[in-house]
C-alpha cells in the first residue's frame, strides 16, 4: 500500500460521534503504521510557516495568585485562536513552559478552575509554583471557538437542530496544529525557554498529547492522562499511529485502571510501543476521571526530565 493510498483511506474515515473508534467490546491488538505511513499521516500536521501569527495580547488579569495575559493569534484556516499564558511570580526568565491541553466538550478555561474534573486550576497552579510559566488554548469548536460552530455545543447533533461542521479527526489535527503555531508565539515571547517546553493532555488533550509530541519536535517531554483507546488500524488521530515520532523523549502515561474509555490491556499495549527509555505508566483505582494526587506525578515528572 503506497502512502498516497494510506492518505485517502485517512480522508474518507466517517465519524459520526467523538469515540466511534474506541474498541472496548472485545480484545484488541494495537499495531503501528510503517514508516511510510507514518510520513503520510503526519503531513495533516504541517502548515505555511510566513502566514503572519498577527498575535497581540488583547487581556491581562492581575491577582493574588496569578497575572494571566489573554492572547490571540492567527491558527492554521485563518482561524483566530484565544489562549492563556502564564508565567510564574516567582524566578527568573525565561521559564519552561508546559502546554496545557484541554478534554472533549471543555475549554482552556478548565485549567483556571481548582475543582472541576480534571482539577486543572490545582494543576496549574502547581507547574506555576514549580516554576513553570503554562499556555493553554481552545480547542477548535471549543470555549471561545464555539464561534466556530455557531455558538453551539460540540456535544449538540442533528436531533438537536443542528450539525456539528468538524469530524473529529479535523478538530484534533486542527488543534494539534494550532498548538504548533502557539509554540511559534512563544518563540516571540524572552520570557520563554524554548529548549525546556513540556505538555500536559487530559483525555482529549491525552490524545493531542501524542499528536504534538509526535510532530513537533520543540516539545521535549510529556504527560497524557486518561487517554482514550484508539484501536482502528489507519484511524487518523489514533495515539498509536504517532508513536514513532516519539523516540528518545520522557512519556509519561497517567491512567484509570477502570476507565470506560481505554482498558488496562490498551493502555498496556499503547504504553509499550512507545519507543522511549524514559517512559512509564500508572494505573489509579479509578475511571475516567483521576484523583487530585495525579497531579504529584505531573510536577515530578517534569521535575525530572524538564
Known sequence: MSKYTVVLALLVIPIVFPFTALAQDTPAKLE???????????????????????????????????AREKVVFRGVRGFLVPAFLELPKTGQAPFPCILLLHGWSGGKLNWWEDDNFIYGGLARKALLEAGYAVFALDAQAHGERCAEIDYAH?????KDGWKNYFTLPEIYTQTTTDYRRGLDYLATRPEINMDRLGVLGYSMGGTQSFLLTSVDSRIKVTVACVTPAMTEKYYPVAPKNYVRGLAG??????????????SVDLAKQLYDLIPSEQKDLKFFEVGHKLPKEYIEDVVAWFGKYL
Open 32 to 66: 503501528t503504521l510503517s514508516e511510510e505511513a507514518y510520513q503520510a499521516v503526519v503531513q495533516f500536521y504541517q502548515y505555511d510557516k510566513t502566514i503572519p501569527l498577527e498575535a497581540r495580547m488583547v487581556e491581562r488579569r492581575e491577582r493574588d495568585d496569578y
Open 154 to 158: 460540540v456535544n449538540y447533533s442533528e
Open 249 to 262: 523523549r520522557p512519556f509519561l502515561m497517567l491512567m484509570g485502571r477502570t476507565d470506560e474509555l481505554c
